[in-house]
């Protein structure tokens, strides 16, 4: 089924560790997101790729990195992961590039930092 | 801050009634989209109007713009208990950001009693 991957799905992670999530979609869309989701604060974008090998910071980006080396895969790296990173995580992709279109989602990754 | 504010945070109503949701958002937007979101899942995109267009319909959803009160609302006709979800208002405001992503309003919390 066509679709975009997130993994892991959920992680328990000690402050102060190394975390990538990954992303991957067989979409072959050009744009690719992420975004953070808290309780009472909906989604705010961490990063964003408008196509392959340009990459954007979002609303959110300290903390946070992202590559975009091909069309289909944008992880998002956490250098050295605090509690304050807590969160589900939302991969999203969209069409185009040339405006924002409908966006499509992952099902997410729960993180917790201790 | 938030781009779009989604009014009220939280809905409770009666099977087969209808369902109102209001978004106001700050800036000047190429379109508004809507999404809904199933507990514990990703993000479905619902119906996009464009800033051009004042109301757009699909199915039992209806959605109003009205881009001089920078507000849009969202109508679910004849509500059913599988409507139970969070909605989302989304704006690409790339006109005044740069930024081709989708900002997200913090959501409205829909319960449908069968």
């Known amino acids: 089924i066509a679709g975009i991957t997130q993994a892991p799905t959920s992680q328990i992670l000690a402050a102060g560790r190394r975390m990538t999530l990954r992303c991957t979609q067989d979409m072959r869309h050009n744009a690719m997101y992420w975004y953070r989701q808290d309780l009472g604060l909906g989604l705010r974008l961490i990063h964003y790729?408008?196509?392959?090998?340009?990459?954007g910071k979002g609303e959110v980006p300290d903390g946070y990195s992202v590559s975009r080396a091909n069309t289909d895969d944008f992880p998002l790296t956490l250098a050295s992961a605090v509690p304050s990173q807590t969160s589900v995580y939302f991969c999203a992709t969209s069409r185009s590039s040339a405006n924002t279109g409908e966006l499509f989602f992952g099902e997410g990754s729960r993180l917790t930092v201790l | 801050s938030q781009q779009g504010e989604e009014d009220p945070q939280a809905l409770s109503i009666q099977e087969g009634e209808n369902a109102t949701m209001n978004c106001s958002y700050k800036t000047s937007i190429n379109n508004l989209q809507w999404y809904r979101q199933n507990s514990g899942r990703g993000l479905v995109h619902l119906i996009l109007i464009r800033s051009n267009e004042r109301e757009k319909h699909s199915g039992r959803l209806r959605v109003t713009l009205d881009t001089s009160k920078k507000s849009s609302s969202l109508l679910i006709t004849a509500s059913r208990a599988a409507d139970t979800a969070s909605y989302f208002c989304?704006?690409?405001?790339?006109?005044?950001?740069?930024?081709?992503?989708?900002?997200f309003g913090s959501g409205t919390r829909l319960q449908v009693q069968p």
């Open positions: 790729s408008n196509t392959a090998g340009t990459t």
């Open positions: 989304a704006t690409d405001a790339s006109v005044d950001t740069g930024r081709r992503a989708l900002t």
